[in-house]
């Protein structure tokens, strides 16, 4: 009988098991951007304020945006990337954690931009109400930032955006040029620093999950239908 019971046990821990890993999706579903542009030196993006669940009171799930980008020197391989995200988009249109996972994969290489003074994400921390435009200023002489309709910072502390670099010595700075080859964000020679390049940006809505411990929530992607030349 004990060991009837035991095998009882077991199995009812299996099935348990079971049922967890094939029950309904554990977090929640968040809208991509409403939009996003990238027009001359500016790149535009706007929230879908649908992401504001009322159920969740003050503990939403949507945090704010994320801004993903990649750096090359010719135009043809910035293009190709740019339909190449569009192609991943369609395929995994219904599983946003496998498009970013890939995205950002040794093969293609998207990097989140980076607050000069925190890691934290998301970049552009926004209630989930938020219906304003946001600008990403890719400035020529100076860092780049980032600024509400008012031309005001969203960062208080007087950040700026960098690069998201880990394994170079190059300068963080955008508006210095100093890509090099092997940089993390990058995909071509070491360039002089009047050279143009093409930068490819896209974004996804980023949140926590309120229903397990933490899990990040993704959007599906919002990509541009151009790049920036730089």
Not at 108 to 116: A, G, K
Not at 161 to 173: G, H, Q
Request: charged residues 15%.
């Amino acid at each position: 009988m004990k060991n009837m019971a035991r095998a009882l046990s077991a199995l009812l821990f299996l099935s348990l098991l079971f049922l967890a890993g094939c029950g309904l999706p554990t977090v929640t579903y968040l809208y991509p951007p409403l939009d996003m542009t990238v027009d001359s030196n500016i790149v535009k993006v706007h929230n879908n304020s649908n992401n504001y669940e009322a159920s969740e009171g003050i503990n939403q799930t949507f945090k704010g945006i994320e801004l993903f980008y990649r750096v090359y020197q010719n135009e043809s391989t910035a293009s190709a990337a740019l339909a190449t995200l569009g192609s991943l988009a369609d395929t995994y249109s219904s599983d946003p954690e496998s498009f970013i996972a890939i995205a950002t994969n040794d093969t293609y290489r998207f990097l989140r931009l980076r607050n000069s003074k925190t890691t934290i994400a998301p970049l552009l921390a926004l209630a989930a109400t938020d219906d304003n435009d946001y600008y990403l200023n890719l400035n020529s002489a100076t860092d780049w930032t980032l600024t509400d309709s008012s031309n005001t910072s969203v960062f208080t502390d007087g950040s700026t955006i960098i690069r998201d670099l880990d394994t170079s010595t190059s300068n963080t700075s955008f508006y210095l040029k100093d890509f090099m080859a092997g940089d993390d964000d990058f995909n071509g020679s070491t360039i002089n620093t009047g050279d143009t390049v093409y930068i490819v940006f896209f974004s996804i809505s980023f949140g926590v999950d309120q229903t397990t411990v933490g899990q990040t929530v993704y959007s599906v992607p919002y990509i541009p239908t151009t790049y920036a030349s730089y």
